[in-house]
């Protein structure tokens, strides 16, 4: 594996069917090669926590595109690697949720990875959350804001990766279209 696609999203409300806010950046060959980030229109009303917690509202997402045209500019990003996400089930579950509500073919399954996961299998016994294993390895963060969290969720795979870690063994398989 030499291609990673790091991403993270926010989301407007508990629902988590729909993107506020998408984080992406992209390792190669070990080193951080591209970083992007967009707000997302949701076409969804936003709750209290969600905004409170990320600062994306209804107002900040005026003139966001919408998912079907932000998938048209990352697609060709997302299919350019092995997926990884912090907490990655929740990340995949919105995106396949986006793909499916606006009725979007991509592909039948991705195969990604979890940060959490393999951090857990790497570190017993300690914290994963995102927050906690920034602190441990002096990584910058502004928790809850998708580029911060997924430049952050990057740097904590290239960290487990100069130590060793073989992540072919923590690849996992989401199906898309169910």
Same mark, same amino acid.
């Given at each position: 594996?030499?291609?990673?696609?790091?991403?993270?999203?926010?989301?407007?409300?508990?629902?988590?069917?729909?993107?506020?806010?998408?984080?992406?950046?992209?390792?190669?060959?070990?080193?951080?090669?591209?970083?992007?980030?967009?707000?997302?229109?949701?076409?969804?009303?936003?709750?209290?926590?969600?905004?409170?917690?990320?600062?994306?509202?209804?107002?900040?997402?005026?003139?966001?595109?919408?998912?079907?045209?932000?998938?048209?500019?990352?697609?060709?990003?997302?299919?350019?690697?092995? &997926?990884?996400? !912090?907490? +990655?089930?929740? /990340?995949?579950?919105?995106?396949?949720?986006? %793909?499916?509500? =606006?009725?979007?073919?991509?592909?039948?399954?991705?195969?990604?990875?979890?940060?959490?996961?393999?951090?857990?299998?790497?570190?017993?016994?300690?914290?994963?959350?995102?927050?906690?294993?920034?602190?441990?390895?002096?990584?910058? &963060?502004?928790? !809850?804001? +998708?580029?911060? /969290?997924?430049?952050?969720?990057?740097?904590? %795979?290239?960290? =487990?990766?100069?130590?060793?870690?073989?992540?072919?063994?923590?690849?996992?398989?989401?199906?898309?279209?169910?």
């Amino acid at each position: 594996m030499s291609r990673f696609v790091v991403f993270d999203v926010e989301t407007p409300n508990r629902y988590n069917n729909r993107m506020s806010a998408i984080g992406i950046d992209v390792i190669e060959d070990g080193v951080i090669v591209n970083e992007y980030y967009s707000l997302v229109d949701p076409e969804q009303p936003f709750d209290y926590f969600n905004t409170r917690l990320t600062g994306i509202d209804e107002e900040t997402v005026v003139g966001a595109p919408t998912f079907p045209k932000l998938w048209a500019e990352i697609e060709p990003l997302m299919s350019s690697g092995l &997926l990884v996400a !912090h907490n +990655a089930a929740f /990340d995949m579950n919105v995106l396949k949720n986006c %793909l499916r509500d =606006y009725q979007i073919k991509w592909k039948l399954y991705v195969r990604y990875t979890c940060t959490v996961q393999l951090g857990r299998r790497l570190h017993p016994g300690i914290s994963h959350k995102l927050n906690d294993v920034c602190d441990r390895y002096g990584i910058c &963060l502004n928790h !809850h804001q +998708a580029s911060s /969290d997924s430049r952050a969720c990057a740097e904590i %795979l290239l960290r =487990y990766l100069q130590s060793g870690a073989d992540v072919r063994q923590y690849i996992r398989t989401c199906s898309l279209n169910k």
